[in-house]
Structures are given as structure tokens and as C-alpha cells.
């Protein structure tokens, strides 16, 4: 088994693992129309090749024989400090439990490190205990949890962190005045990669219990809108979201 850097040429072997992944881990709990429809929108050819481009971006795929039989996507993310997202970590159910994930991980980790990253995150569906063994087993801890939505159902996310270098505490949650002068309260390890700079959740108490909308990254902006595709979009300077995703394993 070989670990590289993924190319376009990956596409058809990136669906196909990721489709595989996702119906072993949540052919319980989701249909199959909806994931064949979320493997369409985020890992059409044109997806994939903007997300390879960025200077930011790791994404490394498993090979054996040929055939692409895991991947990692992540990114790093300039927050208050700087993050390393994994955004997808998919290994083929005919492949688990090889340890394919484990290297699949620490790659990614290593180039995230280098890049500045102080910490890494992922998230992961209530539904899919074994991904959430997976990070526990690689020492990271379960920081916190939001609901999210998919196909119109809603479901909890649990975000799992690690502080390589040691110590570290979650990303603080600030309090700020729109302007209308409504306090509301930051949260900086719940960010969605946008276009420019990540979107922030923000919640009308410290404790969060009621979710309010987002901040942009980029410009500070409160002006923010969420369609029903919950693409997310910044009024004031353009950054925007496409339709989210969820989980960050699925092994």
C-alpha cells in the first residue's frame, strides 16, 4: 500500500471509495439516495480539482495495486490560531482494518504540522461510533458537540481534537456586539471553510445553548445568509460556502 498526493486522475476511485465508506458507516441511519447524491455534488471532477489546488490543502490518497482504497482531505484553517481541519478521511470497507486509516491520519497530520497547523480537528456523526473510536483510539478528545441537519433530519456532531505539541485548550468563545447592540457569542472551533476565510457559529449565551447564525472571517461581517442547501454566503464582501458536508470519518 502506497500513500501520494491525490491528482485529478483520482476522481473515479475517490467516489468509489467514498461511496463505499459512507454505505457501510450509514446505510443505517441514511438512505442511499441521499449519499449517491452527496458523493455526486462534492466529488465531481471539478470539485476535486479545486480542491487540490489550494495552498492549504492535503489530500492524500491510499493505493494498492493500483486501485485508490482510502483518502484524506483536509486542510489548514487560519483561525484565531491556526487549525488543521480533516474534512474527510474514507478508507474502503473491503480494506479496514489494515491500519490504512491510522497512516492515512498521521500523514496528513504531519503535512498540517508543517504548515502551521497548532492543533487538529475532526468531526464526526453520532451515528458512526466506529469513526469516533477511531479518533479516540489516536488520542483525541471529544471537545464538543452541535446538531446538524441532513436531509432535513437532524443529527448530533461530535468534534474530536488533538494538541500535538501538548497542552492546548479549546478555542475560546468570544462575546460581541452587533450593530444593533445584541451581544452574541463567538464560537471560533466551530468554523466552516469558506472561500476567503472561515465562518464562525455564533450563539446568544456563553454556554451556548441557542444557536444564532454566523460571523464572517474574512471582514467581521454579522451579514451573513444560509440558503436551504445551507450554502453560506457573506453580504458584505462575498466569502461564501458551498452546500456542507459532514463527518470526517468513516471507518
Known amino acids: 500500500m502506497d500513500l501520494r498526493d491525490a491528482t485529478t486522475e ?14 457501510a ?13 452527496a458523493v455526486e455534488t462534492w466529488y465531481d471532477a471539478e470539485e476535486v480539482a479545486e480542491n487540490l489546488t489550494g495552498e492549504d490543502a492535503v489530500f492524500v490518497v491510499a493505493v494498492e495495486d493500483g486501485d485508490v482504497v482510502g483518502f484524506v482531505q483536509s486542510y489548514l484553517s487560519r483561525r484565531r490560531e491556526p487549525v488543521g481541519e480533516l474534512d474527510w478521511l474514507h478508507v474502503h470497507p473491503d480494506h479496514r482494518g489494515k ?7 498521521h500523514r496528513a497530520e504531519t503535512e498540517l504540522l508543517e504548515l502551521g497547523a497548532e492543533r487538529i480537528e475532526g468531526r464526526v456523526l453520532d451515528a458512526n461510533e466506529a469513526g469516533a473510536e477511531f479518533y479516540e483510539g489516536e488520542g483525541f478528545t471529544d471537545i464538543g458537540e452541535r446538531r446538524v441537519e441532513i436531509g432535513g ?3 448530533v456532531e461530535h468534534v474530536f481534537a488533538r494538541f500535538p505539541a501538548g497542552g492546548g485548550e479549546q478555542v475560546l468563545t468570544e462575546a ?18 469558506a472561500s476567503i476565510a472561515p465562518f464562525y457559529a455564533t450563539y446568544d449565551d456563553r454556554e451556548r445553548t441557542e444557536r444564532m447564525g454566523y460571523i464572517c472571517g474574512n471582514c467581521g461581517s454579522f451579514h451573513v445568509t444560509v440558503d436551504t ?3 453560506v454566503q457573506c453580504a458584505d464582501c462575498g466569502n461564501k460556502r458551498k452546500a456542507s458536508r459532514w463527518d470526517a470519518a468513516y471507518l
Open 153 to 155: 433530519e437532524p443529527f
Open 25 to 37: 458507516s450509514y446505510g443505517h441511519a441514511l438512505s442511499e439516495d441521499l449519499l449517491a447524491d
Open 176 to 193: 460581541r456586539v452587533m450593530e444593533d447592540g445584541q451581544q452574541v457569542y463567538v464560537a471560533y472551533d466551530e468554523a466552516d471553510r
Open 229 to 231: 442547501m445551507d450554502r
Open 99 to 105: 491500519g490504512i486509516g491510522d497512516d492515512l491520519l
Open 10 to 23: 483520482d476522481v473515479d476511485g475517490i467516489r468509489e471509495t467514498a461511496l463505499a465508506s459512507l454505505t
